[in-house]
């Protein structure tokens, strides 16, 4: 009986790995169709914040990894510090994890690019 549920509990395991593994492939950069239902857009979140923290929308236009225009049908975000960042694709939130700070500079570099363009 023991060896039955041990079965069974592996099995569930390896469906839900494989099911986990199949979402994360559908939003893939330039595969031209992204992960649907939930606007459009696949969501990340750093481990660790509050569900009641208020996060703060940074509202990036321009994916700080690839340097592309971000659309709302490849989209992703992740949230980092309290911030949610915008990325073209989820490939570039793993991207961004490896050194946020490098990824949020850049960030700020085009907003203040964008800034001084608008006053001339």
């Known amino acids: 009986m023991a060896r039955k549920t041990f079965m069974i509990l592996v099995a569930g395991l390896i469906v839900f790995w494989i099911s986990e593994s199949s ?7 330039g595969s031209g169709s992204g992960a649907k239902g939930h606007g459009g857009h696949v969501e990340a979140a750093e481990t ?5 923290t208020a996060v703060e929308e940074v509202g990036n236009k321009i ?6 225009e ?3 049908e490849g989209k992703a975000t992740y949230e980092y510090k309290g911030k ?3 990325f073209c694709c989820p490939m570039c939130i793993d991207e961004f994890k490896k050194d946020p700070e490098k990824y949020i500079e850049k960030i700020k570099e085009q907003e203040s690019k964008e800034g001084h363009e608008q006053h001339h």
């Open 70 to 72: 971000i659309t709302e």
């Open 63 to 68: 994916c700080p990894v690839s340097g592309e």
């Open 48 to 52: 660790g914040s509050s569900a009641q």
């Open 23 to 29: 979402f994360a492939m559908m939003g893939m950069c």
């Open 84 to 86: 949610t960042y915008n």
